[in-house]
Each structure stands twice: as structure tokens, then as C-alpha cells.
């Protein structure tokens, strides 16, 4: 059963507060049970962010699910992204959580933390199949050593480029190489395009590349204790590889990219590459618009070889309320939305590149998505395992970093008044 819901929560109310509510609130979690009785008669509450295509698909897969367990009524409501977690505050805050929901990755401590997610690991192997999931896709759902969330898809970090864009310059795609490399070609694009597109942004400006870099020296951007893994003299480095790119002028300048607001450099056309998810394309290809069929997709640049700098993130998890009264019932609709070939036929890559390899199999995949899995393929002895599920604030922390490396990008702050201020808000978030 499926029902569409669009009323919006009412007053939004502050993420620590919700949670730290319903933390307090407690309530007992269901004892856990591995079984699961297929002629009970059950109702589950499934909730997801997306738009109306995407609803459709849950309806299909529902509709799919029922076919092989029709005891198990499933009343389904989506929101957009924001008001999805405005919504999941409110519930938080009431203890009223749905039984089942799509989850986001920078959520899933905050949520485990305060005790508002189930336990799944009495579910792994048994109702939730684990063979098509590989180990470093399982512990993408680990916070504290237990298993709450089941990734249903994974994007890794990679370097999107406009062929037509370097056609027109007579440059040829990036071919690898160092951070300097990547300033170089840069450069390179910029000087041939003769002024009309750049050969990229400053990309010191996004907290991934930093993290890129930590993840190659043996260090991250925070541990699971939620400590920082650099340093202001580590930052003012980074910050610092930026700021001849800035002034040279060899990327495109912060007001030019003020001025394309909501596209980006890349998708207005003005940039020949983008450090980005890789998940990313189609809505690239759809901003680029008629003429555009194909992108390029490469690796980033290497800070050092043989380092296992990149790794694999959730597009989105499935979880389940640590207080839904079916929960044997609810990590058989989770088995469903991720492993099945019915779900891989049906969603295809809407929620990203499948995680299990059973749903992978059976999704087909256009031009871009197999693209993609080819990338992922690609950059199979780069990847290591996914840091530690983002400390409560990681949201704030990341905002920061932009805001910073936009100022920087304008001229309106020093580096090292930067990074003053990126530590203080950082301690502040994460000490408050």
C-alpha cells in the first residue's frame, strides 16, 4: 500500500535538541528476533527522500514485495531531503520514528548514538543476506562496532571533464598524475581556451581533496573519537597549494561562479573539470543540456602512490526504528530494497550504483551508469576502507570549510586568518 504525504513538519527543531530528547525519552528496544513469521499480519512505515519518480519506483517495489510476502503491509511517505530529516527530528524528538527508513550517511551516529536505530547484526546472514554485499560495503553501516544501517548504493570521489570543452581547446583529458599535475592541466586548458572556459576550480576549496590527501599520508579528517587527524600548519599547507591557482587566474574566479549560482562551474559549461561524487553525472549531463551525451570520468590526482586514498560512500543507507514492533518484519522489507533482483530491475541507479551485486546484476544500466561502475572498477587498488561514520557536527564543519575556501577564492581573508577560524569553529562544533 502507498500513500503520498506531503505535509512538512512545523517548527523545525534544533538536531541536538531533538535527539538528545528522545535519547532521554528512552523506551525499551524490542528483544531481538532473527525470525520471521510469514502468516503475521503486519503494518511497516517506510519513509524516503525523493520526487515523485522516485516514488513511483518505491510504489513498484512494494508492489514487488508484496507478491512474495503479502502479510506485510507497507504504508510508504516521501519528503524532499530536507524536510525528510526536518520530519525525522520531529518524530526523534516523540519517539515515533517509521519502521523502516532511506537514511543518510552524515546522520547515522547522531541517530545510533542517542539509541533511536536498531541493531542489525541478529539479522545479518540470516534475514538480511550478506554474500552480495562485500565486507567494506557492510562496515559502511558500522558506528561503535554494530551494525546500523545497510547501504543501498556507493559513490566514490572522482574527476568528472567536458570532452567538448577540451576538444574545442585541443587539450587532451587528464591522464593522472600529482596535485601539481592536475595545477598544470589546469592551466594548460585555461591558456588554450584563450579566456572563454577554465580548466577547473580551486580545488581547495572542498574538504574532500583535503581528506584525499590526509587519507595517502596514513592520517583522516577525524578518528572515531571524533579528534581531528591534521593540524593548522597541515591546513595552512593545503590552503596555501590553492592560492597560486587563485592568483594566477588559471581557475575560474569566485564572482564568475557567484554569477552561474545554482549550476556550477562545470554544469554552466565554464570549467573542464570537476572534483566530485560520481554519482553526479546525470544531473551534470542534465544541466549541460542538448549536445552534451558523455562526459569524461577519471581518477583524482595522487598525493602518493600505492595509498588507499579513496573508498566507497553510501549514496543512502536503509535503517530501522530501534522501536518498531516488527523488527524481523522490517529487516525483511531491508533485505528486499537492497539485495533483490527486483529492487536492482526497478531502481536501477536512481539511489546510485547498487550495493549488492545481486541488485547490481539485474539493473540496467545506461551509458553513464555503466560508466560509473566501470570508474568504481577502475580505482579498485585505491580503495580502502571508508573512515568512521561522521562525528555528530560534521554537517557545520564541512559548511565551514566552504565558506572559508570562498572567501579565499574572493581575496577577502588571509590564509593563515583562515584556518584561525576554521579551528576555532571546528572546537566549538565538536566541544561546544
Not at 552524515?106 to 562485500?134: F, H, K, M
Request: glycine share 10%.
Amino acid at each position: 500500500m502507498f500513500s503520498r504525504k506531503r505535509a512538512l513538519a512545523t517548527v523545525a527543531i534544533a538536531t541536538g535538541a531533538a535527539l538528545t530528547l528522545a535519547g532521554c525519552a528512552g523506551g525499551a528496544t524490542p528483544a531481538a528476533d532473527a525470525t520471521f513469521d510469514p502468516d503475521e499480519k503486519v503494518t511497516l512505515n517506510l519513509a524516503f527522500w525523493g520526487n515523485d519518480v522516485r516514488a513511483q519506483l518505491y510504489n513498484e517495489a512494494i508492489e514487488a514485495f508484496n507478491e512474495e510476502y503479502p502479510n506485510i503491509t507497507v504504508n510508504a511517505t516521501f519528503l524532499t531531503f530536507p524536510e525528510f530529516w526536518e520530519k525525522r527530528q520531529t518524530e526523534a524528538a516523540g519517539g515515533g520514528l517509521p519502521d523502516v527508513m532511506q537514511f543518510d550517511y552524515s546522520y547515522l551516529r547522531q541517530y545510533s548514538e542517542n539509541n533511536l536505530l536498531l541493531d542489525l547484526e541478529p539479522y545479518l546472514g540470516d534475514i538480511i543476506e550478506t554474500d552480495a554485499l562485500p565486507q567494506n560495503i557492510l562496515d559502511i553501516g558500522v558506528v561503535g562496532d554494530t551494525t546500523y544501517g545497510i547501504a543501498t548504493s556507493t559513490n566514490a570521489w572522482g574527476m568528472f571533464t567536458n570532452p567538448k570543452l577540451l576538444e574545442q581547446a585541443g587539450v587532451a583529458d587528464f591522464a593522472g598524475g600529482s596535485w601539481d599535475d592536475y595545477s598544470e592541466w589546469i592551466a594548460s586548458v585555461t591558456d588554450a581556451s584563450g579566456g572563454a572556459y577554465w580548466g577547473g576550480t580551486d580545488y581547495t576549496g572542498r574538504i574532500q581533496n583535503f581528506e584525499l590527501q590526509l587519507r595517502s599520508e596514513g592520517s583522516q579528517l577525524f578518528d572515531e573519537d571524533g579528534e581531528p587527524g591534521f593540524d593548522k600548519e597541515r591546513l595552512t599547507e593545503f590552503w596555501e597549494d590553492g592560492a597560486e591557482l587563485r592568483e594566477s587566474g588559471a581557475v575560474i574566479g569566485q564572482q564568475r561562479l557567484e554569477e552561474a549560482l545554482p549550476l556550477s562551474g562545470f554544469d554552466a559549461a565554464l570549467t573542464a573539470s570537476e572534483l566530485t561524487w560520481d554519482n553526479f553525472g546525470g544531473g551534470y549531463l542534465g544541466n549541460l543540456g542538448e549536445g552534451y551525451t558523455e562526459l569524461g570520468l577519471v581518477a583524482p590526482p595522487v598525493t602518493k602512490e600505492g595509498a588507499k586514498d579513496l573508498y566507497l560512500k553510501p549514496s543512502m543507507l536503509h535503517t530501522i526504528s530501534a522501536k518498531t514492533e516488527h523488527p524481523a518484519a522490517a529487516a525483511t522489507l531491508v533485505n528486499f530494497l537492497v539485495n533483490s533482483p527486483q529492487s536492482g530491475e526497478i531502481f536501477g541507479t536512481n539511489r546510485g550504483l547498487p550495493a549488492s551485486q545481486t541488485a547490481l546484476d539485474a539493473a540496467d544500466l545506461d551509458p553513464l551508469s555503466q560508466q560509473v561502475k566501470e570508474y568504481e572498477e577502475s580505482i579498485a587498488d585505491r580503495l580502502g576502507d571508508a573512515p568512521p561514520v561522521p562525528i555528530v557536527g560534521y554537517g557545520t564543519i564541512e559548511e565551514e570549510f566552504r565558506k572559508l575556501g570562498t572567501e579565499l577564492a574572493f581575496g577577502t581573508i588571509t590564509v593563515d586568518d583562515a584556518v584561525d577560524r576554521f579551528f576555532s569553529q571546528m572546537d566549538i562544533t565538536l566541544n561546544g
